[in-house]
T-cell receptor, first 121, second 112 residues
Framework: GAVVSQHPSWVICKSGTSVKIECRSL??????MFWYRQFPKQSLMLMAT?????????EQGVEKDKFLINHASLTLSTLTVTSAHPEDSSFYIC?????????????????FGPGTRLTVL | LAKTTQPISMDSYEGQEVNITCSHN???????ITWYQQFPSQGPRFIIQ???TKVTNEVASLFIPADRKSSTLSLPRVSLSDTAVYYC?????????????FGQGTELSVKP
């Protein structure tokens, strides 16, 4: 099946610094990718939809100026956590559906990356 | 997007069949039902997807009654490695604007 990678797999940073997380679709193109955040013992929470060549759309309550998303190519989306604070410590996961928008409707589901563990000290 | 309700947790023993039921009373006509599995500190992994009746693959079966207001994920002869959180999601397939919203999930614990 399709593979989605994330880098780094874990990161520790000091409070006030910015951290960039990459999400790549390795063997398919994705005009859209999704970013989730997951706190311990909780479910995944959708943060935003990353759109190639256009602005990301954020879910209600997610600060777009704090979580900067850039979808620079059909295989790469980045999430930058700016001025990170300890409460931003979480597990960040991206996903991508296979196929380009407008392709033949498919029941193919989304493929998830392995996640990035962010710890802010 | 249709809201889903699942049991928070379930316990089972190795070799048993496990059935996890998900309620989705407000499922829409173009919604599909998809189940994911997630191990700690990993991204979710697709298990099975269906629209109606029964779907079977090499790891699970999905039973969907005619009214589609619920679905049951069936895991045959579970092993310790099936201990994970299982999520039921309901929504349109991607090409119809499918955005996945995760519910609370069911934490399955398989004991020896």
């Amino acid at each position: 099946g399709a593979v989605v990678s994330q880098h780094p797999s874990w990161v520790i940073c000091k409070s006030g610094t910015s951290v960039k997380i990459e999400c790549r679709s390795l063997d398919f193109q994705a005009t859209t990718m999704f970013w989730y955040r997951q706190f311990p013992k909780q479910s995944l929470m959708l943060m935003a939809t990353s759109n190639e060549g256009s602005k990301a759309t954020y879910e209600q309550g997610v600060e777009k100026d704090k979580f900067l998303i850039n979808h620079a190519s059909l295989t790469l989306s980045t999430l930058t956590v700016t001025s990170a604070h300890p409460e931003d410590s979480s597990f960040y996961i991206c996903s991508a559906p296979p196929g380009l928008a407008g392709a033949t409707p498919s029941t193919d589901t989304q493929y998830f990356g392995p996640g990035t563990r962010l710890t802010v000290l | 997007l249709a809201k889903t309700t699942q049991p928070i947790s379930m316990d089972s023993y190795e070799g048993q069949e496990v059935n996890i039921t998900c309620s989705h009373n407000n499922i829409a006509t173009n919604d599909y039902i998809t189940w994911y599995q997630q191990f700690p500190s990993q991204g979710p992994r697709f298990i099975i997807q269906g629209y109606k009746t029964k779907v079977t693959n090499e790891v699970a079966s999905l039973f969907i009654p005619a009214d589609r207001k619920s679905s049951t994920l069936s895991l045959p002869r579970v092993s310790l490695s099936d201990t994970a959180v299982y999520y039921c999601l309901v929504g349109p397939i991607y090409n119809q604007g499918g955005k996945l919203i995760f519910g609370q999930g069911t934490e399955l614990s398989v004991k020896p």
